[in-house]
């Protein structure tokens, strides 16, 4: 299983990164809710700190391009394995960074991603 960085983690069940959540959990894939605001999604503590996690395999990211230049570092310093841009996230600028570190990068979306097998 793939732990996984749910970065825009909310508990509004309107929003994808809610779905994401609990269907990455669904999945047996251990999860790190980020986000702006405290909550819970999933029975897991939403984080609005930057917590220092190891063994990161995926940051999906539900943070618009124009917000993500704040947590540029962090996500990279995570030294995630891939970086999974879905949509309306889609930023060339982090994509190169992250290549530049070795990062896989996937524009696609996460929920498709587990509903076809192929996360």
Request: aromatic share 6%; charged share 20%.
């Amino acid at each position: 299983m793939k732990k996984t960085l749910v970065l825009g983690a909310s508990d509004n069940p309107a929003r994808y990164s809610f779905r994401a959540v609990h269907q990455l959990k669904q999945h047996g894939h251990e999860v790190v809710p980020v986000g702006i605001r405290k909550g819970q999604v999933a029975g897991l503590p939403i984080h609005t700190d930057r917590p220092t996690e190891t063994g990161i395999d995926t940051v999906t990211l539900y943070v618009g391009p124009q917000n993500q230049p704040a947590w540029y570092d962090y996500i990279l310093d995570l030294q995630p394995k891939r970086i999974i841009f879905n949509p309306g996230t889609e930023n060339p600028e982090l994509e190169r960074l992250a290549q530049q570190r070795g990062i896989r990068t996937e524009e696609a979306c996460t929920l498709v991603m587990l509903s076809v097998g192929n996360y």
